[in-house]
């Protein structure tokens, strides 16, 4: 018997045993994501701690730069996995989008709207440029409410739009706009570049569903043990996230993410970890986080079906049991 040969009886000899477990085929999933931010604290998590490894996964992030992007790519097949707003994603499957939410990470809206210090309060925007990241849509809302309640009229401030946090800040960097809104650890950088906070609105808003993790119906039929192992590693992130004996490996993780220095990001801890809360446990999805956004649009006219509802736009089969 040649070597080779004798090499591979051995091999089939301890499989039939049990000694040598034959290696399990890795599911690679495609996520798309806006960009590096505190938002996707949990998917920086799973991947530095093995978790997305333990449920035998190779998640690849694409940043595509804006939730409508994220919507359109997953709708089209590009993306596996998408993370846009509860908004975007229920805009889009009302359109007919053949995709589903399967779950959420955030459930607050971590977003400020940041000014520079000529700017000391709503009045001071009048006949100046904001810029927001979608039109008619989340943030633009609460700053309508916000700027309403404060005696500002829509015409008396010029609303732009970016779907980047990062591209939103280089403009009030560059004195482009008076305000912009973005979300951590930006909000923190700004601060401790001397610009100041008009409004938190992750403190401002209540019961308004924020990132919602959607995919494509065909891939999830195809693909439902690896949905259900990619919330699994979400769910355990967000619990080690709230752990607070993890506090400084999180804090490393999103300095080490989002390039940010060290003060900053232990401020974005502190008011995401402790003070807002806005990871949702599960990767659950409210009925009142989800119908608040859904009431919206059908007052606004974006979902023209009076009887449209959750369960037309859910899936929370494939969420951790």
Same mark, same amino acid.
């Given at each position: 018997?040649? &070597?080779?040969? #004798?090499? =591979?009886?051995?091999?089939? $000899? ?14 690679k ?5 806006v ?10 998590? !799973? ?6 490894? !333990? ?18 790519? %997953?709708?089209?097949g590009?993306?596996?996995? *998408?993370? %846009?707003?509860?908004?975007? #994603? /229920?805009?889009? &499957? ?6 589903? +939410?399967?779950?959420?990470?955030? /459930? ?5 709207? &940041? ?26 809302? @609460?700053?309508? +409410? ?23 800040y280089?403009?009030?960097v #560059?004195? !482009? ?16 570049? *001397? ?6 609105? *992750?403190?401002?808003?209540? *019961? ?29 992130? /967000? ?7 993890? =506090?400084?490996? $999180? /804090?490393?993780?999103? &300095? ?5 220095? =060290? ?24 009925d009142?986080d ?5 009431? #919206? @649009? ?24």
């Amino acid at each position: 018997m040649s &070597m080779k040969v #004798a090499r =591979r009886a051995l091999l089939l $000899a301890a499989l039939a045993a049990g000694a040598v477990a034959p290696a399990m085929a890795q599911n690679k999933i495609t996520l798309g994501v806006v960009s590096r931010s505190a938002p996707n604290w949990p998917e920086y998590v !799973a991947e530095t701690m093995g978790f997305f490894k !333990a449920e035998n996964l190779v998640v690849e992030p694409i940043y595509v730069g804006s939730i409508a992007a994220i919507a359109q790519q %997953t709708t089209a097949g590009s993306l596996d996995i *998408g993370n %846009t707003t509860f908004e975007m #994603a /229920i805009t889009a &499957m009302d359109a007919g989008a053949p995709i589903a +939410m399967i779950g959420s990470t955030t /459930i607050k809206y971590p977003y400020s709207l &940041m000014a520079g210090a000529a700017i000391k309060s709503a009045a001071d925007l009048k006949g100046k440029a904001v810029i927001l990241p979608v039109k008619k849509n989340d943030i633009d809302n @609460f700053f309508g +409410m916000w700027a309403a309640g404060n005696g500002l009229k829509e015409a008396d401030v010029d609303r732009v739009y970016d779907g980047s946090s990062t591209n939103r800040y280089a403009a009030l960097v #560059a004195s !482009a706009v008076a305000a912009a809104a973005v979300n951590s650890p930006l909000d923190f950088t700004a601060l401790a570049a *001397g610009y100041h906070k008009l409004v938190d609105f *992750g403190s401002f808003v209540h *019961g308004y569903g924020f990132i919602g993790v959607v995919s494509r119906k065909d891939w999830l039929a195809k693909n439902s043990d690896a949905a259900r192992a990619y919330l699994r590693a979400l769910s355990k992130s /967000i619990d080690w996230l709230y752990d607070p004996a993890n =506090r400084e490996k $999180a /804090i490393d993780i999103l &300095m080490r993410e989002t390039k940010q220095e =060290r003060d900053v990001v232990e401020k974005t801890y502190a008011y995401y970890i402790t003070d807002l809360k806005p990871f949702s446990r599960g990767l659950a999805i409210p009925d009142d986080d989800f119908n608040n956004v859904l009431k #919206a @649009f059908k007052e606004n006219g974006v979902v023209k079906n009076a009887n449209a509802a959750k369960a037309q736009f859910v899936d929370p089969g494939y969420l951790p049991k």
